[in-house]
Every structure is written in C-alpha cells, then in structure tokens.
C-alpha cells in the first residue's frame, strides 16, 4: 500500500497505459480520479470499482483550460485534494514535416504538451498549499531519440522532458517531485497508426528484436509499475528525471 489514502489524477486513462496506471495506484491504496475525453472511461472506471476501489471519473479534454479547471474543482469535491498527477494523455499521427498538417501539428502540441501545461498550473498551487506532490508526465524513447516519420510526436515528446525537468527546479523547494516517464514500444492501440508505417502489428513485432534488445514488447503494466515507484516516496530523492523504460531501445 504504497500509495494509501493519496489522490491521484491519471488523464488518458480510459484505456493502455493510462489505465494500467490508475489500476497499479488504485491497487496500492490511492483514490483515483479517471480523467479521459472518450467515454470508455466510464466502464474503466466501474471495472475498478467492482474490485473495491475508489475511482471516479471525468470526462476531460485536456487540451481546454476550462475542462482542466472542471476536472480539479471535480476532484477538489470529491476527496479534498490533489497528491499525485499523471500526464498521461497523448496522440500520436504519424507524418514528416510535409505529410503533417499545421492543424494536425497543432493538435498534437495542444493534446501532449499544452495538456501538462494546464494541469500542472492547475495542481501545483493546491500541492504548495498542502506541502508537496509527485508530477509524473508521460514522455517517450523518442524524448531522446528521434524516429522516421514521426515529425510531431517526437517533437512534442522532447519538449516534455524539458518541461519535466524546467518545472522541477522551478518546485523542488515546494517538495513537489516532477518526473517523466520514457517508454519504449508498448503493444497498445495507441500505436496502431505508427504500425501502419511499417506494414501492421504483425511486421512489427517481426522486428522487435531491432527495436528492444530485449526481444519483446513493454508491458503497460511495466510502465504502471514505474509510475508507481516515482509516486511513491521510495523515490523521495528524485526529481528532473526522465525514467526510460524501453527495453534497451535508446541504448542502441
């Protein structure tokens, strides 16, 4: 119960990683608050109920400030406070510089990086007022190294790690932690625009040897289980980190 009585917010966490995140919180003692755009996240949410836990969920556009607000003043009602954010939510449409759209570009920035703009001014004023928090932004492999036609995805994922660690100096006398987690290739839905590119999820996973040296896929569950240790005060000490956990992917 690594996580008791904490209340954490997980947004894009109707499904994949997102919801692997409040499912690992959820087990560990938190008191989660689902925060998604699609409605799926109304099952995903009862599925954690049925189990015993205490979840809820709102429906967010992460990418408006006044659904951001509604989403905080939501939680605020229900358990008081705000200990633990997950900037989870993100898209991903593949695409160079000339197969992007400025509308697609634009989007892509609103939903990945403006998003952990606008929560974390959101929470960070509550979390100085209740004397610290954990801020864990969900960035990629590709905060570090960039892919092939991937033009607005990589690019969003590298400002995230520098707003990761930005935000860290800006707090750590706050005692609020603010890391970032870097998955590699995980074997979700997110990434089935991406598969495309390269024939479908069946070519991928041919390839996973080139990609993960360890020969395999990520787990969302794997990813969960690292947002969970950042949360948690087993990881007192760090702040400003981007987390990799791709498999040996970056170490190519």
């Known amino acids: ?35 998604d755009i699609i409605e799926a996240g109304v099952e995903s949410a009862q599925a954690l109920h049925d189990l015993g836990h205490d979840v809820a969920f709102f429906r967010t556009d992460v990418a408006s400030n006044d659904s951001v ?4 003043a939501f939680t605020l009602e229900r358990y008081g406070r705000v200990d633990i954010l997950v900037n989870n939510a993100a898209i991903n449409i593949p695409g160079s510089i000339l197969e992007v759209s400025e509308e697609i570009w634009d989007k ?20 100085q007022k209740d004397g610290g928090g954990t801020i864990i932004n969900m960035g990629s492999g590709n905060s570090y190294v960039a892919e092939p036609r991937l033009s607005a995805y990589v690019a969003s994922k590298g400002a995230i790690l520098m707003l990761t660690k930005q935000m860290a100096l800006d707090f750590a006398k706050d005692n609020i932690r ?3 987690i870097c ?25 996973i040897d080139d990609i993960h040296p360890i020969g395999r896929t990520i787990k969302p569950v794997e990813i ?9 005060d087993e990881s007192s000490a760090i702040t400003g980190t981007g987390l990799i956990v791709d498999g040996g992917l970056t170490a190519r």
Not at 69 to 72: A, D, F, K
Not at 115 to 127: C, E, H, I, K, T
Not at 183 to 206: I, M, Q
């Open 1 to 35: 119960m690594r996580l008791n009585n904490r209340i954490a917010i997980v947004t894009g966490s109707a499904r994949g990683i997102g919801f692997e995140i409040a499912r690992r919180f959820a087990e560990e003692g938190a008191k989660v608050v689902l925060a």
């Open 178 to 180: 603010v890391n970032c």
């Open 224 to 232: 969960a289980n690292s947002a969970v240790f950042l949360a948690s």
């Open 108 to 127: 892509t920035f609103a939903v990945n990086v403006k998003s952990q703009f606008l929560l974390s001014r959101a929470v960070v004023p509550l979390m």
């Open 69 to 72: 607000e509604s989403l905080v």
């Open 183 to 207: 998955p590699g290739w995980v074997d979700t839905s997110f990434n089935d625009a991406h598969c495309d590119l390269y024939g479908g999820r069946d070519e991928v996973l041919k390839m």
